[in-house]
């Protein structure tokens, strides 16, 4: 593991080699699955564009001929930067050996914490308007979701490497590989200590927590998919997650403590439009500890879980969208659990959606009231905004602004930028504010946008670390004395 402080390398157990040119480009999140594999190993894994844009003339009525093609000006022109409600305040662009792409956030105290599929950096968020980068550990493992609790912080690893050091290399080895989770202390957050690497079945796209009620232990719910007869740790079928259990007091200790099934009668069998619709894992659980509930979107499914026994989640209601839902990406609850807004990653973060062709539901949100405890649909949102062919888009991550009476919520959607909209009438959403950089600034656009003591914060897949301030119509009644924030592990405010 090597450490950039205050501009200085410091190397721990492994030299930082310079990234290539092409190492820097940026990674839509979930065709990243394809590499490493031969084309025979991949086979429906791979996502399938002409088979989804056959599909998607089908469902509009419209004679595509397998390839897309966009209609309409781009509303924010190449090159241009607007913005609505929204203030952009400063920028810290990625350096050191931290080229790859930027990913999740989580926040404790002072201090922002920022993945990237190199590692992850440290933010002093003193002057939270201008944060100051405090320390990167460079520690190779695809994606680096991150998520922190007390001096605990996780790393999700969803790629093979060649073992579970932090100076490993990714392996196409399909028997002898390690991918899942690798656990660090951050009790002082200028000098992270790693400290354990823990194996799970399909390595970890992404991890959510669910500490026990006492506080003294972690419980990581592992969201992992796509299983393949190829892979040693990663047979089919794969209906189920892997949970973590960490004693806080005592995290080289941490490991998978069960493994309970989600779809013991298989989930969703997929259809025709190609891509990861089958439901074969989760991708994103979120999970509400207040409530004993947690969301999960799940490929082909979305669902409702009870955790009150933390290590045998249960699920209570299951929904399934088969006209306009691609792939379940993820899952948020509004503050007093009552709504849950689900994500459809069509394309896995490396399609232009946000077109005409593609219109108004393909790509977007879905929000659900929780009715007796089940799932009820009331509406889709997205972006209103026409990108260009050239700009992916489609409806990422995102977090609740903490403002009583109200839900809002702020949202990545890759190179259509970051939304702030009002659900709080669950049929009628609507945006109130918005940032977005027309094609040609950024390789990718931003990850994930969340709400943190008065900011958004958001990291872009190629330009670093983003400050944003919203008008105060909007945030001005909203909470800034949070002690943490992890988007995936919501609590009430």
Sequence with gaps: MSLLLAGTVMTLTAPISAASPEERS?????????????EEEVGEEAFDEDAMVERLSELEGQELDGEQSASGEPDVGPGEVASHNMEHLSNVPKNGPLQSTGSDIAFQGDYAYVGNYDGFTVYDLADPANPEQLVQVHCPGPQNDVSVYKDILI????????????????????????????????SDPAEPEYVKAVETKCGSHTNSLAPAMHG?????????????????????????????????????????????????DGGYEGDDRGGYTETSGCHDITTYIEHDLAAGACMGDGILMDISDREN?????????????????????????????????????????????????????????????????ASYYKIPRINSENENCVA???????VQGRDLMVQSWYQGGISVF????????????????GEGISDGGTWSSYYYNGFVYSSDLSIGFDTFQLDDSI??????????????????F
């Design 26 to 38: 940026f990674t839509p999140e979930d065709v990243a699955h394809e590499e490493f594999f031969s």
């Design 155 to 186: 790393l999700s690893v969803d790629a093979r490497m060649e073992d579970d050091t932090c100076g490993a290399d990714r392996t196409g080895d399909t028997q002898d590989y390690w991918e899942g989770l690798r656990v660090f202390d951050i």
């Design 216 to 264: 003294n232990v972690l419980y990581v719910y592992v969201s992992s998919y796509s299983p393949n007869p190829a892979l040693a740790n990663c047979q089919p079928p794969h209906d189920l997650i892997s949970v973590v259990k960490i004693p806080v007091n005592a995290p080289h200790a941490a490991k998978v403590t069960s493994e309970p099934v989600l779809f013991p």
């Design 313 to 377: 989640p249960e699920v209570i209601s299951q929904v399934r969208d088969v006209e306009n839902f691609a792939f379940w990406h993820s899952a948020t609850f509004n503050n007093d659990a009552s709504k849950v807004v689900f994500t459809d990653e069509l394309g896995g973060g490396g399609w232009a959606t946000c077109t005409e062709e593609f219109g108004e539901t393909l790509g977007a949100n879905a929000i659900y009231d929780i009715v007796d405890g089940e799932l009820e649909f």
């Design 396 to 402: 990422h991550n995102g977090s609740l602004i903490p």
């Design 422 to 437: 009002d659900f709080t009438d669950s049929a009628n959403p609507e945006e109130v504010a918005w940032f977005d950089r």
């Design 475 to 492: 945030d001005g009644d909203a909470r800034t004395d949070l002690q943490e924030l992890n988007p995936q592990g919501q609590e009430s």
